[in-house]
């Protein structure tokens, strides 16, 4: 059998980190089931929502929506729904890298619903490695125009004047480059970030060991090539961070919140998903919840931090403190 070099094995390390660690969609596929995956339980419908409550998804529904369902996920993109007086603007909700709406949402989209929000899905970041599956891996300037639009249409159908964004991972990144780019200001009250890929990864130094050996030109030439811009734009240090952060963090108007789990190992260090400035909630799950070991992908099908999504979204309790229970799994 022909050895690697041993000089090649850091590159070829980098390489496979590089196109698999930000990997939210295939991570249910490999998740065990002795994991904690079971979501806070599904609130009934109020009285002036029609139809029954939508069921609240777990890891199995995600296996079977990434593949079977990739656009649709129970509770959303019903475009005939009207905001409220008491849930005045719709929630769009912006999966991450691998990933697509129809796995990433099957607990909080039904969740959201079922509290009588309006709420939508899309995919994004598709190209011709996607299968109709596998989103979040073109260019994120890209990505976050195709947002702009889609928050177009939730804006025209709904009739509201701003809409909240909640997203995952990269899903929780890309829409600052339409907040802070594209004019989306105007048009967002509200972004959540769940272990958002804000600051970068080093993927746990590796971005670093690329950078000193001068492999990391190579590295992000071949993700150009491949169709894999996103993952390059997403290490830390890169021209696309650089250029998205150098006049701060946030915009004036937009309230923040970013909910990260310690157990971080996708986006390293955990701290580079948090934001700073005006309007920010940086909220760090063990600070909770001391017992959850829910991971990057986990969070997903965390009750916690689905938890501190709906009262971000709703009540924004500064002092809220979710149940302890029903924890994500540990990837």
């Known amino acids: 059998m022909k050895r690697t070099p041993a000089r090649r094995r850091p590159l070829r390390r980098w390489a496979l980190a590089a196109g698999t660690a930000l990997c939210l ?16 339980p599904p609130t009934a419908r109020p009285a002036t929502v029609d139809g029954p409550p939508y069921p609240v998804g777990d890891l199995g529904t995600a296996v079977h929506n990434f593949l079977a369902r990739p656009d649709t996920v129970d509770g959303a993109n019903d475009w005939t729904c009207k905001p409220t007086a008491r849930h005045p603007r719709p929630v769009v909700l912006t999966h991450g890298t691998f990933a697509n709406s129809g796995a990433n949402w099957v607990a909080l989209a039904p969740m959201l ?11 994004y970041g598709m190209n011709h490695l996607s299968m109709g599956r596998i989103g ?16 177009d249409k939730v804006l025209a159908a709904t009739g509201a004047d701003k809409v909240d964004v909640v997203g995952h991972s990269q ?5 600052n480059q339409y907040l802070k780019r594209l004019g989306g200001a105007a048009k967002v009250r509200t ?21 000193t050996m001068n492999a990391l030109g190579f590295v992000n030439s071949f993700l150009d090539v491949t169709g894999l811009t996103a993952l390059k734009q997403q290490a830390a240090g890169s021209d696309f961070q650089n250029a998205l952060w150098k006049d701060g963090d946030t915009v004036p108007g937009v309230r923040y919140v970013v909910i990260q789990t310690r157990q971080d190992k996708v986006v390293t260090p955990y701290t580079n998903a948090f934001l700073h400035g005006e309007g920010v909630t940086d909220v760090l799950l063990q600070d909770q919840c001391p017992d959850d070991k829910v991971g990057h992908a986990g969070l997903f099908l965390d009750s916690p931090a689905l938890q501190n999504v709906m009262n971000a979204l709703g009540p924004a309790d500064p002092h809220f403190r979710p149940t302890c229970t029903g924890y994500g799994p540990a990837a």
């Open 191 to 211: 972004l959540v970030g769940i272990a958002p890929s804000n600051h970068g990864t080093t993927l746990d130094g590796l971005v670093g060991l690329g950078s």
């Open 25 to 40: 969609g295939a991570a249910p596929l490999a998740a065990t089931g002795t994991a904690q995956a079971t979501p806070a």
């Open 113 to 123: 619903a079922n509290e009588g929000y309006c709420v939508y899905t899309l995919n």
């Open 136 to 151: 979040g891996l073109a260019d994120i300037g890209d990505s976050a125009k195709a947002l702009g639009a889609f928050v």
């Open 171 to 175: 899903g929780g990144m890309m829409p």
